[in-house]
């Protein structure tokens, strides 16, 4: 597990009004986020980002990248500058804390951007207590201290229950669907289910908070649902009611809808479902003012239904509530809008049949209560012991919360259920993993193994990988997956690791098909797709072998070990259904190293072991995999190379990292082009790394830009390789490797069998260990239980040509046979061998005579049969010990009343029951004083004392002495009476009585070796020698014994009754094989004829009528030999160790380091009394024996291990070698290797204790660093003056310049007891010093405990600093202020608006006062250092207090001081620099007046049923508690206090105030709902003054009154003498200042007269200016955040308030801020509904015709009670009404929040009226009035009061707008966007508006309202009365009657009228249409009557006209 703790960073150019910034990490390319928090100078975040790293370890390579962003901004604008942090020191040291300050930040062209980032990086190995796989982020603060030792991490966090809050915040629905809907929000979390309050129309308004708090592991909480329900009930025209908030905590069924009037499925508008780890995984484990896209419970493609806005939170124990701004009115929606995953895709698991699943007797699972619960799916099966003796199996799947179970088969070792599940699958995936578990069919359903799917690796978005990079759905097989779980032999050890042993595999197939799922859950398989799996499985057979070299670390004891080799069930020695293999090395009995551990005494021969197993040959996958991780392991270590590499050097890295890059990708190509694909994942896979490995390739070019930019380039492609560098088809299952003690297995480890695949395409295809020697660790009971060094190789049996080569020895193949002898009556011989077979192996087992024993198929005898002693099992006990405790028991007996004489055996070596003596060993840690040994259970016949020789080499060092020790008389002798003659006695007693027969006395001797004789090394020599084919030669070679089972010796002894030797007979093939020959050896050897038998051998048989089979042929032994050793020698450094843990309840150790290497080992000296040693010593291992090549162990040295153990005595031995340094009796570390150590200075400022427990008295301190002790005097009495009568000490040390070298510094906290007793109290421990580290004060700095460090700005020059900008920016103030007009004064609560941006609220000028407001605890504010510039808070805590695993400690007191580290010079002769603390404070008790202003408290945790609390304020100091019980806020989660609290104590007896929320109930106690803890010392004695914060103006008088003691101009003279600054110099008018060496003028800060009321004295104005340069606290409210004693951890919510301390010393305080809130004000909105136009015509007449009898009802949303409705318009045809009616709403606004508050009584039953803040919003609502039904709904408007939006002047023009996202509460139509109006500023409005209708899931335009609307304050509404209305008095304006058409059916007395309204308005155009028609056709009619006589007419006289014409012309001459 890889750590990373974000502490904070630095941005200079931040402005506070970014989009807010967040840190990016990336590594192995898996990014993690942090949450994203507002931008500022100094952002904090102190949150932990962790990678699990799986099975692979961290490498020295490694490195994380760390990215600056603004949040939501694309790259490369958004980043502020990047990282890359190398982790190889991590790897050097796993347990070191990686503390990076400052780390500077860069650009794309490596520049630095001046960011920089402070962080911590952490790493815990795989296997190692903390080492978890934690699906959430949380959030680690980093202790400054710790107790005296860390605590040991437990179990993983994973596994382990912790406290977290799931916190759901409801604000407003928008475009919910529906007509006249009433919106409830059901919100279920988990398995709790809460509901809102019911509102009233399409666009809700709740702000509602539910909280659910969960004692969970991470991962069960990540797979708890979110789900929110949105219900609506119908509701009529009247029926308009309101629910409390309900929650129900009792159902775990998901909510079944419910709606606000009635229980059904329809009333459902949308719901939206996400899991806790989605809201978990987002920045700042929230998600904050989202849009969630309502979608159909049971139609999800149907669209969105409606949008609910909320805010999601998960809090972990320690973890902050993320801020929860409102965003702004112009937001991006879309980009806030969440929409859910599309679940258009099914997963289909075909579960086909398993193989090698465990026999019936191995049916030992995880129990059905335990990790895997039984599930009812499982009936019940056959018992134990049925067909074949296996179980009956199921195969359960569990996935995204849904589990399935195949039906359980009959008992097999194959079953097969050929059986597919469907599970839905949303894209892209939530869940990542499918559980698989094998379970047996007993009732209990137990499980017999697990694996895991991980989604990530079986499909891929592409995107991830490199741009171009083909995605894939999920796919897997078909092919098997391997389980494991734990083993029935190995179950009764205890085990952390419960799933190591394999149990069998499973054939599965995997696909993903899109579209909608049909609802299925499992069906069956095809015959033909059974069919086509088959032809893809074929068999190959493959040989492991394990060479054994070393093995040591092994328990100790009488019990013979062995190692079994085994590959499935291959090579298992408890499986049956696999042929017998050399799978087991040779017993061993464990031999002494001489120091401390054990170890197997092989030398020369090596065990071999090897194993035949068939298995589907997968090479073309796993030759890829090796081949990419190959790449992987080369490029890391390049990419680190380069990392660290500067100048020209990393240019040659980079050509070097391309090249090879280049010849990896070149390498893999050639064989990922011809990989065969038989499976669809193959072919996906194969396709993204060819892409990928060809764009690499083609990317592998010198950069343009520079060597600089190719960093994270490589970085970029060892993640996107390393993504693609898995293989999960690989099917073989893992290498076992078991430690076997006698029959138990104790210890285990398991090697992936891809890393020991040998390849015939070359070594780069082969895996990482194959053929190479390799370290094991095999782990058991939670510790390592053996160390094992063996070379391992893996392949197909034909490519076994390859393992000779590694072979660095002789292989030689062995039968072996032990024969067994009995001594009767003094003659040895077969008979009478109590339960031991005649032959046996070394274990006593049956085995079968050597004439019986045949060689195996094909192989054949080289040479006779040999008795050759196993040098293994005969080294004595006493090999390499330096003294033995020798031991004889005298024993007497007597008659009854006789006298005592010699017992029939008078002397033994042991008795039943009796002290067991040993030896004493020489450097054994577990020897203190004569250890045990294990003896014989009855004594043996032993020679008398007298006659027992001392060995050759050995002394005597003093004579045989009775052990008077124990319960004995003085002489030495207990007594006991036998229960049987000739029995031992049962029972011994120290008291002789008159029925005792026997008695004993134990006589005891020391022995030492020689310092001549040979020693351990000559052990070793005659170990080799022993029994050489010369000596042996002619002897018989046996082995003797005192009985079977124990240890044999070679000469025989007295007392021995049986013996043994070791008959061998060597065989070698009958024929040169092709293959290795071990591999030949599978199963037992050949069949034994039975006409070879040998028939006496048969007969004997057949006399004794056995009729038992016959011994199975014994598994040949395999031996690799070495002819000569090679010695080494080896030399260890220790140095040191830092923050040790103590054992027990001790709070300090004595520690020793014990160093082991291979089969010797060596102890340093124990250093008594530290938990941080410095040994500073060598150790030499002069001749060390090792076997094989050197140049092997020179490339693949053994691995050494260093335990350190805490000893109470005794001292580690030591080589005696002269070659180191010789420092106090010691090898020391040479000069050259051990740290370099410098002279330093380490000042502590001891300023007191506090809050000790446990009745102390007098205390004192101790401090200790680095060997050396200071002790501090004694407090005389705690309870008066809790501060130390000496505040100031001096240490000199010699400490290591590198700070990870640097022992911490303890404290111990001391009491002073009666008679001189001296009690430790409390402890601590001091980390991360190079924090306390400083330079030395010159002669120019004053000094002073709170003086910065040189380089740092002092005072007057950050004065000097600030006046060009202070002098540029005055004109330009100046002006503004003159500008200004003088307004009202203004109460405090508009200094509080303005700082929170919102000018509206507080009607504050720009000279105004400023105040400011911090979102965290004044301590948390980087600039003020926590207020610990004086002194730090150091917790101390019990010593020897241990807590478990998860716990934090509970401290027990506090120690206040303070450290300085810095270098002294060298040189004797020069002075030593000024100390720092030398001018301190009086450290007296002072009394102070305590002034606690709490403001207002929010996102609190609901404390009543109505998802609601009643909060008031307690506040305590010391004994005195003030509370404001009777002042309760009802019914609110967000109070309102507005509350001073004066309080008077005595700091620092007093420091300790506490300010709590609590919640009222009727009848006591109350409720605690939070309390923070606010440490008034460290305000008082902190330089930045933040006892009273300064505030921006000095005023005189008024709202704005200077409220401290002391005036500015002496606050600046106290200010300047606290700091040993020369006191500042007024000029006489007090215009100007001489500060320091500045001089500074009133005119520098101010451009002219004040503009504000009473400004006060220029002297003091000018000395507030120069304190605000200073930096100190200015006038400020604090955000501080609550937590529950009842829920520690869990942020309960924050309170902003602020706290003034005022010293009595210092004179009286000035007058206190009044805070009283703002109340309410009243208005009255009057709206005027003139017209309406278009409306839906709901009714039909008599006549046919559409109509509608219109009115309109209205209400303001929440005051659903003050419902008006205008009059009916009755029969409306066109939809146009006219109504001239008068709406009147009161209501009390709040200006400050733009809420309307609404105090109500929730039931009838309440005491309290809840008070509701909701916008002020007018819904209006258009109906059809029916006299015999339920009113229509025709239409609906809803006004938002405070975002009007502008409305249309002329019905026409008033146009509405489709439905959308909400991004405009309003839109219209058309390209512009509409204007907003507040009618709270404009007062009045009259036009036309838009009123829609839901219909076929849009909205569509019902109508139009003409409106005209009004708001007055309360005042003005009683000068300007207005009725409703009509009413009197009609006024303002004064409504005439509305004109409206009236008509009547009495056809007789208006028929006109009744023809106009019944015929005109409704067929106006057809009646037209017809008239015309009638008028053409009266004209054509017309025509055609006239047009023939016209014609007629003219036919007859055609000259007629003309003749008329003519006729008036005379002639000319006619008169």
Known sequence: MLRLLVASAHIPEATGAGPGVHVSARFRGVPRSTRVVPEERSPTWNETLAWPLGTRPLQPTASLTLRLRHWGQPAPRGDLGATTVSLDRLVANPGLLLDLSHVPLLDARGQPTGCTVTLRCSYVPRGVAGDVAVPLQGRVPPPAVSPGSPHHPGKPSAGRKEDFQVRVRVIEGHQLQGNDIKPVVTVLIGQHRFRTRIRVGNNPYYNEVFCQNFHRTPAQLAAEPIRIQVEGGIGGAGAVGDSGVASDTMSPAPSQVLDSRATRAKAVIGVFQLDIGTVYRAPGHSLSWKWLSLQHPHRPDSGSRGYLRVSLAVLHAGEPVPEQEEPAGNEDVEANLLQPSPCAATLQLRVYRAEDLPQGGHRVGLEAGGAEPARPCLPSVLPVGGKRGFVAAAVRVSFAGRTLCTRVMPPDANPAWNEVFFFPLRLPPICDEIELAILSGSRSSKVLG???????????????????????????????????????????????????????????????????????????????????VQRHLPRRRFGLCGIFYSATMVPAGPELLRFELSLGNYGDAGDVTCKPAASVTPHGCPLFDGNRYHYLPWYGDKPVAAVTSSWEDAGHRWDTLNLLQAMCRRLERNVAELRGARGDARGDIGRRLLRQLAQDCRRALPRLEAQPTPTPLDAHLRAARLHLLRRVAAAAVPPRAGWDTLLPVAEGWLGRVAALAVEPQAGMPDVLLWLLRGERRVACARVPATDLMFSRSGPGACGRLCGRIQTLFLAGSGDVRAQLRLRLWLGRVADSGDLPRHLEGTLRVYAETYENQTKLLGKWGPRGLLGRPGFSDSAGNVGLPRHSIRPPKGWRWDGPWTVEPQRRLLLDTETNVGEVLEEVYENESRRLSGEWGPAATASTDAVSGRRRGGCRRRGDANASGLSSRPVLQSGAAVPPKEEVACPQGWHVTDGWRVDVTGAVDEAGWEYGASAAPGSPPPAWHATEKTYHTHRRRRWLRTRRRDPGAQGREQDVTSFLRLHSPEAAAGAEAWEYGSLWGCRFHLQPRAGDVCRRRCWHRRMVPAQPPAVAPLFLLEGSPGPEDPAEEDKPAAAERQARGSSRTPPQQPVPLILCTFQQPNFF???????????????????????????????????????????????????????????????????????????????????????????????????????????????????????????????????????????????????????????????????????????????????????????????????????????????????????????????????????????????????????????????????????????????????????????????????????????????????????????????????????????????????????????????????????????????????????????????????????????????????????????????????????????????????????????????????????????????????????????????????????????????????????????????????????????????????????????????????????????????????????????????????????????????????????????????????????????????????????????????????????????????????????????????????????????????????????????????????????????????????????????????????????????????????????????????????????????????????????????????????????????????????????????????????????????????????????????????????????????????????????
């Not at 101010?1646 to 003091?1660: D, K, L, V």
């Not at 559409?1746 to 309109?1752: E, G």
């Not at 009547?1944 to 155009?1965: D, E, I, M, V």
């Open 450 to 532: 697990t694996a895991t799917l991980h989604l990530s690796q079986i499909s891929s978005a592409g995107a991830e990988l490199e741009e171009g990079t083909p995605g894939f759905l999920p796919c897997f097989g078909p092919s098997f997956l391997p389980f494991y779980g734990p083993r029935p032999d190995a179950a009764r050890t205890p085990s952390t690791d419960t799933g190591v042993a394999y149990r069998g595999r499973v054939l599965l197939e995997l696909s993903t098909h899109m579209g909608t799922p049909d609802g299925r859950q499992r069906d069956t398989i095809t015959p033909e797709d059974i069919a086509r």
């Open 1129 to 2015: 020698q080896l030399r260890c450094y220790i140095f040191q160790a830092l923050e040790l843990a103590p054992c027990g309840s001790k709070a300090t150790a004595d520690p020793v380091a014990h160093v082991a290497f291979v089969h010797v080992s060596q102890s340093t000296r124990v250093l008594p009394g530290t938990l941080d040693p410095l040994w500073d010593q060598t150790l030499l291992f002069h001749r060390v024996l090792l076997y094989g090549d050197p140049r092997g162990v020179r490339d693949e040295p053994p691995v050494m291990v260093v335990e350190v153990f805490d000893q109470d005595g005794g001292d580690g031995s030591l080589a005696q070698v002269s070659t180191p340094p010789w420092r106090q009796g010691v090898f020391s570390v040479p000069q050259g290797i051990r740290p370099v150590l410098q002279l330093v200075a380490l000042e502590v400022l001891a300023w007191g204790l506090r809050g000790l427990r446990g009745g102390v008295r007098a205390p004192s301190l101790e401090v200790q660093c680095g060997g050396r002790t200071l002790r501090t005097p004694t407090i005389a009495d705690l309870t008066a003056n809790p501060n130390f009568p000496i505040n100031a000490f001096l240490l000199t040390l010699h400490l290591p310049a590198e700070e990870e070298y640097v022992p911490p510094i303890r404290l111990r906290v001391l009491d002073t007891r009666d008679f001189g007793y001296r009690p430790e109290v409390g402890q601590a421990c001091v980390r991360s010093l190079g924090q306390h580290c400083c330079q030395p004060q010159g002669e120019g700095h004053p000094p002073g405990p709170g003086t910065p460090p040189p380089g740092s700005a002092t005072p007057w020059s950050r004065i000097a600093q600030m006046l060009p900008r202070i002098t540029t920016e005055k004109g330009a103030v100046g002006k503004a202020a003159e500008e200004e007009e003088d307004e009202d004064e203004d109460d405090w609560w508009s200094k509080f608006y303005a700082a929170m941006g919102d000018k509206a609220k507080s009607q504050q000028g720009t000279n105004r006062d400023r105040l400011k407001i911090y979102g965290c605890e004044l301590e948390a504010v980087p600039e003020f250092e926590g207020l610990q510039d004086f002194c730090q808070t150091f917790p101390l805590y019990q010593p020897g207090d241990h807590p478990t695993a998860g716990e934090d400690p509970v401290p027990v007191g506090e120690f206040k001081g303070l450290f300085h580290i810095y270098p002294l010079p060298e040189d004797p002769g020069v002075p030593p620099p000024p100390r720092h603390f030398q001018q301190l404070p009086p450290s007296q008790p002072q009394k102070c007046l305590v002034r606690v202003y709490v403001i207002r408290a929010f996102d609190l945790s609901p404390r009543d049923r109505n998802g609601l609390c009643d909060p008031y304020i307690r506040v305590s100091l010391g004994t005195k508690t003030l509370s404001q019980r009777d002042q309760y806020v009802p019914n609110t989660l967000e109070p309102v206090f507005g509350r001073l609290f004066e309080v008077t104590g005595t700091i620092p007896l007093e420091k300790d105030l506490q300010v709590s929320l609590l919640d009222y109930d009727l009848l006591p106690p109350d409720q605690e709902i939070g309390t923070t803890t606010i440490d008034l010392e460290n305000r008082l004695l902190s330089r930045f003054r933040a006892h009273c914060g300064l505030p921006t103006l000095y005023r005189t008088a008024g709202p704005g009154c200077w409220r401290d003691q002391l005036p500015p101009s002496r606050t600046l003279e106290h200010f300047a003498r606290s700091r040993g600054l020369p006191a500042p110099e007024f000029s006489t008018e007090g215009t100007a200042v001489t500060f320091g060496d500045q001089t500074f003028l009133l005119s520098h800060f101010e451009s002219g007269p004040p503009t504000h009321r009473y400004p006060g004295a220029p002297r003091e104005r000018l000395a507030l200016h120069v304190l605000h340069a200073c930096h100190l606290v200015p006038e400020h409210l604090e955000t501080r955040t609550l937590y529950s004693g009842t829920q520690p951890g869990l942020e309960q919510g924050k309170v902003q308030m602020w706290v003034d301390i005022f010293p009595a010393s210092l004179g009286p305080p000035g007058p206190p801020v009044d805070i009283t809130p703002r109340k309410p004000q009243r208005y009255e909105l009057r709206c005027v509904v003139w017209n309406t136009r278009d409306v839906d015509l709901g009714d039909t007449n008599l006549l046919g015709q559409q109509m509608s009898d219109i009115y309109v009802a209205g209400w303001l949303d929440g005051l659903e009670e003050q419902r008006q409705k205008t009059d009916v318009h009755y029969r409306s045809l066109q939809g146009d009404g006219a109504f001239n009616w008068r709406f009147v709403f009161s209501f009390e606004y709040l200006a400050a929040e733009q809420l309307c508050v609404l105090p109500r009584k929730e039931h009838f039953w309440s005491l309290d009226e809840t008070v509701l803040k909701v916008p002020p919003k007018l819904i209006l609502q258009v109906w059809d009035n029916d006299k015999f039904s339920a009113d229509d709904f025709l239409g609906v408007l809803e006004l938002e009061l405070t975002r009007l939006p502008r409305p249309a002047q002329h019905p026409q023009g008033c146009t509405p707008t489709p439905q959308g996202t909400p991004q405009r509460p309003w839109p219209w139509w058309g390209p512009r966007a509409p204007s907003w109006l507040s009618l709270f500023r404009q007062r009045r409005v009259r036009g036309w508006w838009p009123c829609t209708m839901q219909e076929g899931g849009k909205r569509r335009l019902s109508g139009k309202l003409e409106l005209s609307l009004e708001l007055l304050p309360a005042k003005e509404a009683e000068e300007r009365p207005a009725g409703k209305g009509r009413e009197d008095p009609n006024m303002y304006p004064t409504l005439p009657a509305p004109v409206r058409p009236e008509w009547s059916f009495l056809w007789l007395r208006a028929p006109l009228r009744s023809l106009r309204y019944s015929l005109w308005r409704q067929h106006r155009c057809r009646v037209s249409l017809a008239l015309l028609l009638l008028l053409l056709l009266a004209l054509l009619l017309a025509f055609v009557y006239a047009a023939p006589g016209y014609l007629a007419m003219k036919l007859v006289n055609p000259l007629q006209s003309l003749q008329r014409g003519g006729g008036g012309e005379r002639p000319a001459g006619r008169p």
